[in-house]
């Protein structure tokens, strides 16, 4: 049984560029929460998308947009990027179904980690 | 809006016992706990529910105290793989994680 699965792995970019990451989440799963985590900080919540809307948004610029597509797979898009954007970015997905997430979380990827220069 | 936890850092003999706390300034509906290895995925533990109710880990167990909005996590006689980072996780409308416990577990 696949996890949730990231692409790509690694990523250099330059300040100012576009970047898009990529999420596929575990199987039977439709929602998917996107986090941004720093190096020695805990993962900090961007969006979350269910029914390929976003249904909640974190303390992020508009810089970070994001997309779900119907086979509940995710895209995070972030535009003219900052050197402090440098992290790891982390793809988590669970079942819309509230019951579900707090019976059994949410399932990680290993993430993307993005490095600017 | 983010737990906080504590200690940020804690270290270990193995067959020792160790306790991580977290706490909320909002009302939760439940509390997750996480571990992370270096360079790994966040690793789904244990979930508290209010009214009491446990789901998680054999020899990891966790209190969830509504009122206070509290959290603890137990880890007893601990072993190597238990090193790791710890975040607790609680849910209001969506998911926010503390910065997390270091945890390194010597032999």
């Known amino acids: 049984d696949a996890g949730v699965t990231q692409s790509p792995t690694h990523l250099i970019k330059t300040r100012g560029q576009q970047v898009t990451l990529r999420c596929s989440p575990k199987?039977?799963?439709?929602?998917v929460s996107w986090y941004q985590q720093a190096l020695g900080q805990g993962p900090q919540f961007i969006f979350q998308y269910y029914e390929e809307e976003e249904r909640q948004r974190g303390n992020f610029p508009d810089r970070f947009s994001g997309h779900q597509f119907p086979n509940y797979s995710s895209e995070l898009n972030v535009n003219a990027l900052l050197l402090g954007d440098s992290a790891l970015y982390l793809c988590?997905?669970?079942?819309?179904?509230?019951?579900?997430?707090?019976?059994?979380?949410?399932?990680f990827g290993s993430g993307t980690r993005l490095t600017v220069v | 809006q983010q737990p906080v936890q504590s200690p940020q850092a804690v270290i270990l003999r193995e067959g020792e016992d160790a306790v991580i706390n977290c706490s909320s300034s909002?009302?939760?509906?439940?509390v997750h706990w996480y571990r992370q290895k270096h360079g790994e995925a966040p690793v789904f533990l244990m979930i508290l529910l209010k009214g009491g109710e446990q789901k998680g880990h054999e020899k990891i167990s966790a209190s969830f105290n509504e009122k206070k909005q509290q959290s603890s996590l137990y880890l007893t006689a601990s072993q190597l793989s238990y090193s790791g980072t710890y975040f607790c996780?609680?849910?209001?409308?969506?998911?926010?994680f503390g910065a997390g416990t270091r945890l390194t577990v010597k032999p």
């Open positions: 988590a997905s669970s079942f819309g179904n509230r019951g579900f997430v707090r019976n059994y979380g949410y399932t």
């Open positions: 996780g609680t849910e209001f409308d969506d998911m926010r």
């Open positions: 909002k009302a939760l509906y439940s």
């Open positions: 199987s039977g799963h439709d929602t």
